[in-house]
């Protein structure tokens, strides 16, 4: 599997985004898609994921109800919807697959994407 991201960029406090990741290659291996983001000096965090199949999502406690996580079957793509972005969602973001289910740790995708860089000004 490979994954591309897109859709980072820079947005003021209070405002939106719409990240993308792509996935090509042996995709009928994944089972689900992550998405996690790196703050400098900072660990690596979960921030939401999704089950290709029937859509199952998690999210992180600091994103629930201002993140929304989607995916298109069809086209392989997976968004990751933010609003009310705060200055602390400054991070790169990394989408990632699993063979787990719904798992919200790292260690459990093999995949990862090069990253996208979201950085929300104050």
């Known amino acids: 599997v490979q994954l591309v991201e897109s859709g980072g960029g820079l947005v003021q406090a209070g405002g939106s985004l719409r990240l993308s990741c792509a996935a090509s290659?042996?995709?009928?291996?994944?089972?689900?898609m992550g998405w996690f983001r790196q703050a400098p000096e900072k660990e690596r965090e979960f921030v939401a994921s999704?089950?290709?199949?029937?859509?199952?999502?998690r999210y992180a406690d600091s994103v629930k109800g201002r993140f929304t996580i989607s995916k298109d079957n069809v086209e392989n793509l997976v968004y990751l919807r933010m609003n009310s972005l705060k200055p602390e969602d400054t991070a790169v973001y990394y989408c990632?697959?699993?063979?787990?289910?719904?798992?919200?740790?790292?260690?459990?995708?093999?995949?990862w994407g090069q990253g996208t860089q979201v950085t929300v000004s104050s």
């Open positions: 999704i089950t290709w199949g029937i859509g199952s999502t």
């Open positions: 990632a697959s699993s063979g787990a289910v719904s798992s919200p740790y790292g260690y459990e995708y093999d995949t």
């Open positions: 290659g042996r995709t009928f291996r994944s089972v689900t």
